[in-house]
């Protein structure tokens, strides 16, 4: 037995021996070819859809695996890969295939040829949709009174008028509306010119009446600002000062904060850009203040042109700075972004990073870069080009858990499948009645806005499945 | 220390990696798991070969072999007669025996009379009850080799419960008149210079049996002693089988002798885990078995008296007795000592406790306790450092060994479970972009397919040698311990792999253990 073992023992040293440095050579991509006579590194691509299922191509040849299928032993080179899935769109893409590299394409959105629009709410006489975000309500509007404001529950797919026809509100003729994200609070500034009013509404309770706060307010605020887990602070934002409410207690802070030009608000701080361009964080009661830049040369060379500026906290004292005439700065290096025309940003928390767009340009900046990279003289936040031929972009939304970009231009709504490459698709969804905005609820992958026959309408974007993977833009 | 640091250096070392540079984590995998794959494969393939083995000694009359010895005359050649031998396996046990009786013959040494020897069988007992010591005795009783040659000493601790001394002074009573003798012999709590270790309660036995032995007139060289754990059930043939090989090793004075150890006295009465969990041990000292020039003692095994008096008895301070003994002999005798493997069978309990709870801590102490037996690597290295006698290549052989079977022990199910997946989970973005990203999982993915093989094999042994009066229990018993198997991966981990990193990490830091005798118990019929 002992014999046996021994030469048992050396023939599997030797199997290990030889066979080892192949299998990794294989993982590297590394292959023999016969007709060659040569060892070659080959790439791969990996593609996952949603939904699943989808058949592949390579070129004109289908592949025998459908999705999620890896394709390995690719030559370098350019191929042409498509994804076919019955009832939905095809799904084509020009690929670079690099030695050693996989070409990544995960959870490729298949849209349907054609999506299935649910009337929310018919009767053609919407006239625009306004979402209380982070929160299940929408306001509805058919007028400009108050009684033709409604508020439309998606969960419970009911709606309900904002006051009762023949309470005291009724004919108030609205001019603004202010909410929060994540908070079910509303707040309403109108009725007539001699007798303008703020009224307060919880949309939790909406069968209650409505509080008058308008004794708060000595004048119009820029911002009205609350955080979601406050039930009494609010902060109005004014031209060089910060009054803080407290609505429950009926009693105001004037300039609470003074001499200032930008405000933001996060769970836990306030963010605040001084007229002397020094940036603080504050707790609401001021109890603890911490100065984060106080570089008076570069500070007034950043923050010069607009009067105010809205602070956005994208993580850990990583701040975006978007001024009131479009010019936008971050806290990181390159700082400055624009100039101007910034007509606004959103930003997605699963993948930390901001969309903001131009009248025809969508840009992205991708914050988690930061964290998973770092090169000498390179850290900085990577900004890259995602759309550039909109002709008068309005909207942009995070889309599938930030992955994708749905964005409107003049009435279409589109989804732009973001792929590094910088080989984004763009697919048409639909066309929405004239100004208004649309809404995306990330939770049941849908879309809601008025269509142009003026009804609150939904579209499911992506099938609703038991787990809806972590969609991933390509490699 | 250093088998601590290395486990420990590759678990973190394999999280440091893979946070790091996860590509070449996802590299040193492949790496590993293909290594593993062959190790898997290599194992299952002496696994078998041990087990046929074990099938084909089954049926042998060891006593007729002793007395074929007995009869070997000097000058007389060897003659083998196959031809009246009826059935393969009985034809290749036969062939073995005859090239054992050659080797014998060539040696030119005289092998002792089967008459001559004494069997000395120690019981250490400190908890156990009748119930589960005198199935052991019962056992020697009825076994085939003689029991007028036998002398039982049962090692009680001073510190025992009276219950239990009473229970073995009636298992005394009742079993004295059958063999050559029976003594109790009570080890004092709490000696100078010793541990509250099974060794030192053996070794005072053991001197108690060098005294009886010269009173008696009685040569070391003819005791074979066998110390066995207090559940230990010997097969009926153990004590012929060893007599046998005892007679038939020219060395035999340089040997010590194990045999395979099960675990059937209570295996229907503990859970699946348990179960398998020992069902993998007897595999693994079978697939060692194949390897006589680095088996170590494990469990209960025998030993001459002869050697066990001039290398001093079991180490009264250690408690991994079983292993050191034999590392104890081994540098004695200045490397030239080995474990005989010995083809038949002896059993124990599982451990296992009232609750399952119970059972699950038992279980982890227990294999923490076998795990201890790191304790011998110091011992070892300072030994082999001084001794300029032992080889080189054996001293490595041995250092690699040691190293090798309680680092892999520690480690491997860690890297199995975790670390394949680790490089995956902290990938960055460069790696995740590599073609290794992608064929990494594919790759490991068939290397666990077909190491699958290996459970499946490992499945039908461990039917194949299920305990023959259970087949009453049927076909569904049998299926149900089949897909015991499935759980095997995670065993490995809890029950074998961290206990296992538990006491290398408590020597690393100079912990001291004691030994705690685990707990048994047995169902009693209905």
């Known amino acids: 037995m002992e014999v046996a073992r021994k030469i048992l023992f050396s023939i599997f040293v030797l199997v290990y021996a030889v066979l080892c440095p192949f299998i990794i050579l294989y993982s590297f991509g590394y292959i023999y070819q016969p007709e060659k006579k040569d060892i070659s590194q080959t790439g791969l691509i990996y593609l996952s859809s949603f939904p699943s299922g989808a058949s592949v191509y390579l070129e004109k ?172 602070d609010v902060f109005a934002v004014y031209e060089g000062f910060i009054n803080r409410f407290d609505i429950k207690n009926y009693s105001i802070y004037p300039k609470y904060f003074d001499g200032i030009k930008g405000f933001g608000l996060s769970n836990r701080w306030l963010y605040l850009l001084g007229a002397d361009n020094v940036i603080i964080k504050s707790t609401p009661d001021k109890k603890q203040e911490i100065i984060l830049f106080e570089d ?10 607009s009067r105010f500026y809205e602070i956005k906290e994208i993580y850990r004292d990583a701040l975006v700075f978007w001024g009131d005439r479009g010019d936008l700065i971050v806290s990181l290096p390159p700082y400055r972004i624009f100039d101007k025309n910034v007509s606004g940003m959103e930003y997605n928390e699963s993948k930390n990073r901001v969309v903001f767009w131009t009248k025809n340009n969508i840009w992205v900046a991708d914050f988690n870069m930061l964290n998973t990279e770092y090169a000498l003289f390179n850290d900085r936040l990577q900004i890259s080009s995602a759309y550039r031929q909109g002709s008068s972009i309005s909207q942009c939304l995070w889309a599938y858990n930030g992955a994708h970009i749905l964005f409107k231009d003049k009435n279409d709504v589109y989804l732009l499948a973001l792929n590094s490459d910088g080989r984004h698709h763009k697919e048409h969804i639909v066309s929405v009645k004239d100004n208004t905005d649309v809404f995306y609820a990330e939770d049941e992958n849908s879309l809601y806005y008025l269509d142009q026959g003026a009804n609150l309408t939904k579209i499911q974007l992506f099938p609703k499945e038991k787990a809806v993977p972590l969609a991933e833009e390509s490699q | 220390m250093l088998p601590g640091v290395l486990s420990w250096a590759i678990i973190t070392g394999m999280f440091a990696l893979s946070i790091l540079k996860p590509l070449i984590a996802a590299v040193f995998m492949i790496a590993f798991l ?69 080797n014998l013959k060539k040696s030119g040494l005289p092998a002792p009379l089967s008459r001559d020897i004494y069997h000395l ?192 008895y079991w180490p009264p301070d250690m408690i991994s007795d079983d292993s050191a003994i034999f590392w104890k002999s081994l540098i004695h005798y200045e490397g030239v000592y080995q474990v005989r493997p010995i083809y038949t069978t002896v059993s124990m309990d599982i451990v296992t406790g009232p609750t399952l709870r119970k059972t699950f801590i038992s279980i982890y102490r227990q294999k923490r306790r076998w795990a201890w037996g790191v ?3 110091p011992i070892v290295m300072r030994a082999f450092l001084k001794s300029k006698k032992i080889a ?34 902290f990938a960055s973005r460069e790696f995740a972009t590599s073609t290794v990203y992608y064929t990494a999982p594919r790759i490991r993915h068939i290397m666990f397919g077909l190491a699958s093989v290996g459970i499946i094999i490992c499945m039908i042994i461990s039917l194949l040698l299920l305990p023959a009066k259970r087949i009453k229990y049927g076909f569904l018993i049998k299926i149900r311990h089949v897909f015991e198997w499935l759980l095997i991966p995670v065993v490995l981990l809890i029950l074998s792999a961290l206990p296992a990193l538990d006491a290398q990490t408590r020597l690393m830091f100079g912990s001291y253990m004691e030994f705690r005798a685990t707990e048994k118990y047995r169902k009693k019929p209905a």
């Open chain 1, 296 to 305: 008076e040369h570069l500070g007034r060379d950043l923050f010069k042109w």
């Open chain 1, 61 to 232: 040849s289908r592949f025998k695996n459908k999705t999620p299928a890896t394709i390995s032993e690719l030559k370098p080179g350019q191929y042409q890969l498509g994804l076919r899935l019955k009832s939905y769109r095809p799904w084509s893409h020009q690929v670079t295939i690099e030695p050693g590299k996989a070409s990544v394409f995960k959870n490729v959105p298949l849209l349907p040829v054609k999506f299935n629009e649910i009337t929310l709410l018919p009767g053609g006489r919407y006239t625009s949709l306004a979402m209380v975000r982070g929160t299940d309500y929408f306001v509805v509007q058919e007028g400009s009174r108050l009684k033709e404001f409604y508020i439309y529950d998606r969960r419970e797919k009911e709606i309900k008028p904002l006051v009762g026809a023949k309470a005291e509100y009724s004919d108030f003729a609205v001019n603004s509306i202010f909410t929060e994200n994540k908070s079910e609070l509303l707040i309403v500034y109108g009725g007539p010119l001699w007798n303008k009013k703020y009224l307060l509404f919880n949309l939790a309770d909406i069968n209650t009446p409505p509080s008058d706060i308008t004794g708060l307010f000595k004048a119009y605020p820029y911002a009205l600002r609350w955080s979601a887990d406050s039930t009494k």
């Open chain 2, 121 to 312: 069988v120690i019981i250490p007992v400190i908890r156990e009850n009748i119930d589960i010591v005198e199935p052991g005795i019962e056992a020697i009783k009825n076994g085939v080799y003689p029991s007028g040659r036998f002398l039982i000493i049962i090692a009680l601790e001073e510190a025992a419960p009276d219950t239990v001394k009473q229970d073995m002074n009636k298992i005394k009573d009742r079993y004295r008149n059958d063999f050559f003798d029976f003594l109790i012999t009570v080890h004092p709590a709490n000696q100078q210079g010793e541990a509250r270790v099974k060794g030192a309660n053996t070794t005072f036995a053991a001197r108690r049996a060098e005294e009886y032995l010269i009173e008696k007139g009685i040569a070391f060289e003819n005791v074979l002693v066998s110390c066995f754990d207090a559940d230990t059930v010997a097969n009926p043939d153990y004590f012929a089988c060893l007599t046998y090989y005892y007679m038939i090793s020219p060395n035999r004075l340089r040997l010590s002798y194990q045999p395979i150890p099960v675990y059937h006295n209570n295996m229907w009465d503990v859970p699946g885990f348990a179960r398998i969990l020992d069902i993998g041990t007897s595999f693994f000292q079978l697939i060692e078995a194949t390897n006589p020039s680095k088996l170590v003692t494990f469990s209960s095994h025998s030993i001459s008296f002869k050697v066990l008096q001039e290398v001093g």
């Open chain 2, 34 to 102: 293909f290594y593993w794959l062959l190790r898997i494969i290599y194992m299952n393939i002496f696994l078998i070969l041990s087990y046929a083995r074990l099938k084909i000694e089954k049926e042998t009359d060891w006593m007729e072999r002793a007395r074929e010895i007995d009869e070997l005359k000097p000058g007389q050649p060897v003659f083998c007669d196959l031809s009246k031998i009826s059935g393969v396996k009985k034809k290749i046990a036969a062939i073995i025996h005859c090239r054992q009786l050659r």
């Open chain 2, 375 to 377: 304790e011998n690597f």
């Open chain 2, 392 to 425: 080189l290549r054996q001293k490595f052989s041995y250092v690699y060994k040691l190293l090798d079977s309680f680092i892999s022990w520690a480690t491997w199910s860690f890297l199995l479970s975790l670390g394949s997946w680790l490089p995956v989970f």
